[in-house]
């Protein structure tokens, strides 16, 4: 049981970091989009697919984030 609980603490963890990892990239994409003056976009759809192939979708829909 100990060892199957430090299996999952690890995925846990590892799952964690690389969820942080891509927030924090994506918002470095969209503080690049803001520099080059591109028009904001509010939320963007990412599709991996198994051959590697990265395809991104930006939607420029109104934000219901409140300042």
């Known amino acids: 049981m100990i060892i199957c609980w430090i299996v999952l603490f690890i995925s ?3 799952s964690f970091s690389l ?3 891509l927030y924090q990239n994506i918002s ?3 503080e690049e989009f803001l520099e080059q ?3 904001k ?3 963007l759809t990412y599709i ?3 051959t590697g192939k990265l395809k991104i ?3 420029y829909g109104i934000s219901t984030q409140s300042s």
Do not use: F
Request: avoid cysteine; aromatic fraction near 10%.
């Open 12 to 14: 846990h963890t590892t």
């Open 19 to 21: 969820e942080n990892e």
């Open 28 to 30: 470095r994409l969209h």
């Open 37 to 39: 003056v591109q028009e």
């Open 41 to 43: 976009w509010t939320n």
């Open 48 to 50: 991996l697919e198994n």
């Open 57 to 59: 979708n930006y939607g």
